[in-house]
């Protein structure tokens, strides 16, 4: 669901909700105080008020007209700049309105002192360590802990996804976030937050951009950008000494337009963009990165380790084997399975029926309507049906034989532990399927690597990154199913130590290290681990430790964050190509034609044969306004992402945005040019 909706509102990026706020942003942001922290536009938005003041003054030879098309068009730059920040903002408020629809209004049950008497009061009045019930129907007010109890949790209004999870107290799925909603049981919430602090709150400063810091590299290509700057304002301030020796003047105005079509204000004004629009792009997967540094991380990985269930095998294993024990045939165990399994819809269910239909022929479609359906609960893990007094479960091993006391130290009951700890040593889940309190045997619910993943791991080598797969299993069953999903290499048998040990032993030799976990047993891990993406499903441990919290808790989409952060780097590198050979082929266009009149000798490196230099700094300054809107798009939705390694990355980017970047100002320039003289604008 958070792909689908992805694409749909990339396709509405201009739409008039998002760019009438932008354009009221965008002069909101002119104040000195916002512009400051970019040095760039800081220095275009001080040169058109340098213009601005000459123009009033009207003190040199240029014409009126001339100097207030200039005043003109440097504002649009410095407008074209902040424009592209507020609209990366916007479509992270936007969404953020959304969200806050989603805590709006909420109320608590708050516990008085340890018994069952309760208070309403507004969710907003929680303190860190209050105690709330929630019970069906309810939607829980704060984030927290479940201290007692179980129950079905929709989380669909945070994650987009409308399968209920189960939530208990201890363990690893104790952890509820506020706006989700109760739909069986009750449970009681110790509030682990302050108000303002909560999952909602963070992620709305997140996607408002309100508390984002510029990353490292961010901030290493600022210093590369001043620095550009200081070398043309130097540049530009030799210039006179060299007219002043050819016997001319160049006025003030042109230099100062001069130097604004020289410094890299392209790549200046979307910087901010694309680093909002990276983030922007990660929300919209239901991921919530703590820091910009954490989506740049993702992008620089060489080392990804991966839990094996539910990222590289499906999490929903199924059916292959049917084992029966006590002398069952295996039809009567396909039989029995099948009957207790037609009304669970559930993967797993819908595998045992399919293959019992088609290992074993049963053909039965539907329970009779007198058959009264056991439905599968937290406490009890057993699921199954009562058909004319006969009774079959289905469930855990462990649960269908405490539900039948006769049974726990039998001969069968020895005999099923025997094959479900084969089973289990072989990688699987067992299922015991008792009818009338006998034992009939187990279900081999086996892991089935995803489709596609071998090639998906594919792509990360090409981009050389190596992946490492994370198992409790033995090393065979590891080594088999490492050998099958075509991970480079597996850690079995892990231990929170372990985990901690080899990610440690990566980044001492000078590598990136992700993972993903969901338990408190992997919050160390992924504290250490540069990229650490936990599951909102996990505890609290577990997501204040990582730097990432995926709201699907899906940690297939590990991949999907890497390319993410590769793709802003992409977009970074691209557009940055392009505004720096965007600034070379504008130097080599415009100071021939200035220069003519003073060394004739520069006529022929006048290879665009502007007009005049009137109209070769006009003609520059207004493409130097233009290409900054027309790159916004690029830069909001980023370059095409390509599995590819550094070198042909770099060979890519100055094939396409550097060529382009070169040749982009000679034919725009020259084509502005023609307009402004046939317009007489110059």
Same mark, same amino acid.
């Given at each position: 669901m958070a792909r689908s909706s992805n694409k749909s509102e990339q396709k509405s990026l201009f739409t008039a909700d998002l760019i009438v706020p932008a354009i009221g942003d965008?002069?909101?942001?002119?104040?000195?105080?916002?512009?400051?922290?970019?040095?760039?536009?800081?220095?275009?938005?001080?040169?058109?008020?340098?213009?601005?003041v000459l123009l009033l003054v009207g003190q040199d030879s240029l014409a009126v007209g001339f100097k207030l098309q200039l005043v003109i068009w440097l504002w649009l730059t410095v407008l074209f700049g902040t424009f592209a920040e507020a609209l990366a903002e916007g479509r992270g408020k936007a969404q953020a309105a959304s969200l806050r629809a989603t805590k709006a209004d909420l109320t608590a049950k708050r516990l008085k002192g340890h018994g069952e008497s309760y208070e309403n009061v507004a969710a907003s009045a929680l303190k860190l360590g209050d105690v709330v019930l929630v019970q069906t129907g309810d939607l829980i007010p704060s984030d927290g802990e479940v201290v007692s109890g179980v129950a079905s949790v929709n989380e669909a209004a945070i994650t987009g996804e409308s399968a209920p999870v189960i939530r208990e107290a201890g363990g690893d799925r104790s952890a509820v976030t506020a706006g989700t909603r109760v739909i069986s049981d009750e449970i009681r919430v110790?509030?682990?937050?302050?108000?303002?602090?909560?999952?909602?709150?963070?992620?709305?400063?997140?996607?408002?951009?309100?508390?984002?810091?510029?990353?490292?590299?961010?901030?290493?290509?600022?210093?590369?950008?001043?620095? %550009?700057?200081?070398?043309f304002l130097i540049a530009v301030g030799t210039i006179p000494s060299f007219a002043s020796y050819a016997g001319g003047a160049i006025p003030v105005a042109i230099l100062a337009a001069l130097l604004i079509t020289l410094i890299p204000t392209t790549i200046a004004a979307l910087l901010s963009a694309i680093g909002i629009a990276g983030m922007d792009r990660l929300v919209r997967f239901n991921v919530l990165a703590k820091s910009g540094r954490a989506v740049e991380a993702a992008g620089d990985i060489d080392v990804l380790l991966l839990d094996k269930t539910g990222t590289i095998t499906v999490?929903?294993?199924?059916?292959?084997?049917?084992?029966?024990?006590?002398?069952?045939?295996?039809?009567?165990?396909?039989?029995?399975?099948?009957?207790?399994?037609?009304?669970?819809?559930?993967?797993?269910?819908?595998?045992?029926?399919?293959?019992?239909?088609?290992?074993?022929?049963?053909?039965?479609?539907?329970?009779?309507?007198?058959?009264?359906?056991?439905?599968?609960?937290?406490?009890?893990?057993?699921?199954?049906?009562?058909?004319?007094?006969?009774?079959?479960?289905?469930?855990?091993?462990?649960?269908?034989?405490?539900?039948?006391?006769?049974?726990?130290?039998?001969?069968?009951?020895?005999? %099923?532990?025997?094959?479900?700890?084969?089973?289990?040593?072989?990688?699987?889940?067992?299922?015991?399927?008792?009818k009338d309190g006998k034992l009939l045997g187990a279900i081999f619910l086996k892991d089935i690597v995803k489709a596609g993943i071998r090639e998906r791991f594919g792509e990360l080598r090409q981009m050389g990154i190596r992946t490492v797969m994370i198992t409790g299993d033995n090393p065979l069953t590891a080594a088999s199913i490492a050998a099958e999903a075509g991970v480079d290499d597996f850690l079995a048998q892990a231990t929170p130590e372990d985990k901690l040990a080899l990610i440690r032993k990566e980044q001492q030799g000078g590598r990136l290290v992700a993972m993903c976990g969901d338990g408190t047993n992997d919050a160390p891990a992924l504290a250490q681990a540069d990229v650490g993406v936990a599951m909102n499903t996990g505890t609290q441990a577990a997501r204040e430790a990582g730097n990432m919290v995926d709201?699907?808790?899906?940690?297939?989409?590990?991949?999907?964050?890497?390319?993410?952060?590769?793709?802003?780097?992409?977009?970074?590198?691209?557009?940055?190509?392009?505004?720096?050979?965007?600034?070379?082929?504008?130097?080599?266009?415009?100071?021939?034609?200035?220069?003519?009149?003073?060394?004739?000798?520069?006529?022929?490196?006048?290879?665009?044969?502007?007009?005049?230099?009137?109209?070769?700094?006009?003609?520059?300054?207004?493409?130097?306004?233009?290409?900054?809107?027309?790159?916004?798009?690029?830069?909001?939705k980023g370059v095409t992402y390509r599995p590819i390694g550094a070198g042909p990355l770099l060979a890519r980017n100055l094939a396409i945005y550097g060529l382009g970047g070169l040749i982009a100002p000679f034919v725009g320039i020259k084509l502005i040019d023609l307009a402004v003289n046939g317009l007489g604008l110059a």
């Open positions: 965008a002069f909101r942001k002119l104040k000195p105080q916002e512009l400051i922290r970019n040095p760039v536009m800081f220095t275009t938005a001080i040169v058109a008020v340098l213009l601005t110790r509030v682990t937050v302050n108000p303002g602090q909560g999952f909602l709150d963070r992620m709305i400063a997140l996607v408002e951009g309100a508390e984002r810091q510029k990353t490292p590299n961010e901030i290493a290509l600022t210093l590369l950008l001043v620095g %550009l700057t200081i070398i999490g929903d294993r199924q059916a292959t084997e049917f084992r029966p024990v006590g002398g069952a045939t295996p039809a009567q165990l396909a039989q029995a399975a099948l009957l207790a399994s037609l009304a669970d819809e559930t993967p797993e269910g819908r595998s045992i029926v399919l293959l019992a239909r088609e290992g074993f022929n049963q053909s039965v479609d539907a329970l009779p309507a007198n058959a009264e359906i056991i439905p599968f609960t937290a406490q009890t893990r057993i699921s199954g049906v009562t058909i004319d007094g006969s009774t079959i479960q289905k469930g855990a091993v462990d649960s269908v034989l405490k539900a039948n006391p006769g049974l726990g130290s039998t001969p069968v009951a020895n005999e %099923l532990r025997r094959i479900t700890d084969e089973i289990a040593r072989a990688g699987g889940t067992p299922l015991a399927v008792a709201l699907d808790s899906d940690p297939t989409k590990l991949i999907e964050v890497v390319g993410l952060g590769k793709q802003l780097l992409m977009t970074r590198g691209a557009l940055t190509t392009f505004s720096v050979a965007n600034d070379v082929a504008k130097y080599f266009a415009i100071i021939p034609a200035m220069f003519v009149a003073l060394y004739p000798g520069l006529g022929i490196l006048n290879v665009m044969e502007l007009a005049t230099p009137e109209s070769a700094i006009l003609s520059a300054i207004i493409f130097n306004a233009l290409i900054i809107p027309c790159l916004v798009p690029l830069a909001l």
